[in-house]
């Protein structure tokens, strides 16, 4: 199939050669006729497979085609992105595919001030790329009114969820007008992103692209058993390798990403990272500085790197485990896009060997390991640390003083927190027995 044959303008279908693309996805191929039609979709896809394209382009056709329902100049599509990164990066998408339509379009985030924003609203804007928390703040003001829009897209369902995001959605559903359309696309769809889109869609299409095998298929993967220690010598001597054109290095947490940077740096290695606690400006000033090349390694958690999009990225590192098997997906879907090769190399230490199994589970196949000169050594997973509970409050008498802050539950369990349920299949509770030796068969159960 090509673009000319999903109803597309010829404008539009020039904007699209001028942006390289030569044939449509799968998720763009079942999206945008039914978008066109001015149906509803629940779209089951995740970024990296095209999706943007699948709804901005239909989305400004049905804009231009249909006369707006207001002389003056109001919102007739809003998109919700859960990350600024996202955002902008759809934002800049818009603007590509949409050059010379006549739309106006911006973008609503926050941690930045807003004067900028609130100036490009009263210009007057016709799409609308916005994270929730910001948009509701300017709807707050009074700045914004969505009493007009046509097409309403909510991206990134499930991530809107895990960050929290679902009722300020709710609340900025309320505030749409009942006729419209929406499209809804999510990378999972968890029972509660399934009441979300039986809420939002009427009558939808539902549209799925399986990004598992999809994304897969298309990326070397490998895996090196190091520990934790020794992570930041083999990822320096990995990213000496002239083939590493580009790096995006995922760490669990914030304090692990101005780690490796630091690490790198040490060893000579100019890096940039990027997390949630970081400023607006130092987080695009990094992603930019990455953009141009002019440092080739990215250190993220998985958040910041959410929606993170760069042309020809040739390497993604798990230098940690992710906790959740799918974000292996999320993170190794950074590279090898759109059909173009990438490679994704994993460290594994003693203590992430149970996340090993459950990436492996989820992808269906073994990760081919490969030797360094840093081999596991430490065979014995770290012990749980054990938390001491924390002396009861007394009164003057010597009396225990009731938890006042407590829910009854807890109550009875104690104040202390030795008493606190372990999550069922935790790592450090699976992983709590001594391993004699390194043994691949024995590492996976
Ligand atoms: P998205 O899922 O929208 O984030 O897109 C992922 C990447 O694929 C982006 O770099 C797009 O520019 C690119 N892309 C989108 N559609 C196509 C296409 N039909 N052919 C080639 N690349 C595409």
């Not at 000496?240 to 630091?262: N, Q, Y």
Request: charged share 25%; glycine share 8%.
């Amino acid at each position: 199939m090509e673009f000319k044959d999903l109803g597309l303008t010829p404008s539009l279908l020039r904007n699209i050669r001028n942006t390289g693309y030569e044939t449509p996805t799968p998720i763009q191929q079942a999206t945008i006729p039914l978008v066109l039609e001015g149906k509803d979709v629940l779209g089951c896809a995740q970024t990296g497979t095209g999706k943007t394209a699948a709804f901005a382009l239909p989305i400004l056709q049905r804009l231009k085609e249909t006369p707006p329902k207001r002389n003056a100049k109001v919102i007739r599509s809003l998109i919700l992105s859960p990350t600024r990164e996202l955002a902008l990066q759809t934002w800049d998408n818009f603007q590509l595919y949409g050059k010379g339509e006549g739309l106006d379009s911006t973008v609503i985030f926050g941690g930045v001030g807003q004067v900028g924003q609130v100036e490009a609203l009263h210009r007057g804007a016709d799409i609308v790329i916005a994270c929730p928390g910001r948009l509701l703040d300017l709807m707050g003001q009074g700045l914004v009114r969505l009493d007009w829009v046509e097409i309403f897209v909510l991206d990134e369902a499930d991530r809107m969820l895990d960050m929290g995001f679902i009722h300020d959605v709710r609340k900025i559903v309320r505030c749409l007008p009942e006729e419209r359309q929406t499209l809804l696309f999510s990378a999972t769809m968890p029972p509660e992103v399934e009441k979300l889109a039986l809420d939002l869609l009427t009558d939808p299409e539902n549209v799925k692209v399986d990004p598992v095998t999809s994304t897969v298929e298309a990326i070397d993967q490998c895996l090196y058993y190091v520990d934790k220690a020794n992570k930041k010598h083999l990822l320096a001597q990995l990213l000496e390798d002239p083939d590493v054109e580009s790096a995006l290095v995922f760490s669990r947490t914030k304090h692990g990403v101005d780690r490796i940077v630091r690490d790198l740096k040490r060893k000579g290695i100019e890096a940039a990272g990027i997390h949630g606690d970081k400023s607006q400006n130092a987080r695009q000033t990094a992603l930019n500085r990455f953009r141009t090349g002019e440092c080739r390694v990215l250190v993220a958690t998985d958040i910041a790197a959410r929606g993170i999009d760069v042309a020809g990225l040739s390497h993604v590192f798990n230098y940690d485990m992710p906790m959740e098997p799918e974000a292996y997906i999320h993170r190794i879907g950074r590279t090898g896009r759109a059909g173009r090769a990438g490679t994704a190399v994993s460290f594994c230490c003693i203590d992430e060997v149970k996340q090993l199994n459950q990436v492996e589970k989820l992808i269906g196949r073994r990760l081919p390991e490969k030797k360094s000169d840093w081999p596991m050594e430490i065979t014995t997973p770290t012990p749980p640390k054990v938390r001491e509970p924390k002396p009861a409050k007394v009164d003057r008498m010597g009396n225990a003083m009731p938890a006042r802050h407590l829910s009854p539950s807890a109550r009875t369990r104690g104040s202390g927190t030795s008493g606190r349920p372990q999550a069922p299949g935790s790592p450090r509770s699976a992983m709590g027995r001594p391993v004699r030796r390194v043994n691949r068969q024995k590492h996976r159960s």
